[in-house]
């Protein structure tokens, strides 16, 4: 079975400060690593993914995302927070063994930038 | 505009009386999945298809039940609404291959009295 940690239910950050937002997964063949954002009273946007390759993924918005296998992390990061980055994250996992094709995400993670 | 829709937006019922929560897609995508979201628990999927009439259950599909008779439709369908299948809804797809990030519609509140 597969599944995602977002151990922090609220993250706190001032603007202008560098943010990380916490993911940690398990699958039992090699993952597939999504980052979606979601703003109030809005569906899901997808920020980014790991599939293969470098380590480091860069996506929408200035945000970025450390693959880390030894760690089963996939921490959500950048470097300088603005207040509209508030909003409610969530990281997903997909095995991308065998043709699965369930997709687990975490429980989410709510970000609040302070002016 | 590539977009996920669905329908109605928001929905208030009593138990008991069916209902269906339409999703639509208009970019020709083979896979579409619903999901449910609670407060604490995250997004949980409670059914996906991998194309027209190629359906499977999810991690939560009790009480919950879906057709996939044309690519671009996901029906979301609840013969017997419960109070505890109030939440919100979301529809999403993506094109084959599991790699490909998913596109969600702007979400469906149901809430069931």
């Known amino acids: 079975a597969q599944s995602v940690a977002q151990p922090e239910d609220q993250v706190n950050v001032a603007e202008g400060n560098p943010l990380t937002v916490k993911c940690t997964y398990s699958?039992?063949?090699?993952?597939?690593l999504f980052w979606y954002v979601q703003y109030p009273n809005r569906g899901l946007q997808f920020l980014l993914k790991y599939i293969t390759g470098d380590n480091l993924v860069k996506g929408s918005y200035g945000f970025e995302a450390e693959f880390n296998k030894s760690q089963t992390s996939f921490h959500l990061k950048k470097p300088s927070a603005l207040v509209s980055d508030s909003a409610l994250y969530f990281c997903a996992v997909r095995d991308n063994s065998g043709g699965y094709q369930k997709v687990t995400f975490g429980t989410g993670t709510k970000l609040q930038v302070i002016p | 505009e590539a977009q996920v829709t669905q329908n109605p937006r928001y929905l208030i019922t009593v138990t008991g009386k069916k209902l269906t929560v339409t999703c639509s897609q208009n970019?020709?995508?083979?896979?579409m999945s619903w999901y449910r979201q609670d407060p604490g628990l995250g997004l949980r999927q409670i059914y996906y298809?991998?194309?027209?009439?190629?359906?499977d259950k999810g991690d939560v599909p009790e009480g919950y039940k879906v057709s996939r008779k044309e690519k671009r439709n996901f029906p979301l369908i609840l013969e017997s609404p419960s109070p505890n299948q109030t939440s919100l809804y979301f529809c999403a797809s993506r094109p084959q291959g599991a790699g490909y990030e998913q596109y969600f519609g702007p979400g469906t509140r149901l809430t069931v009295t």
């Open positions: 298809s991998m194309n027209v009439e190629v359906t």
């Open positions: 970019m020709n995508h083979e896979y």
């Open positions: 699958v039992s063949g090699n993952p597939y």
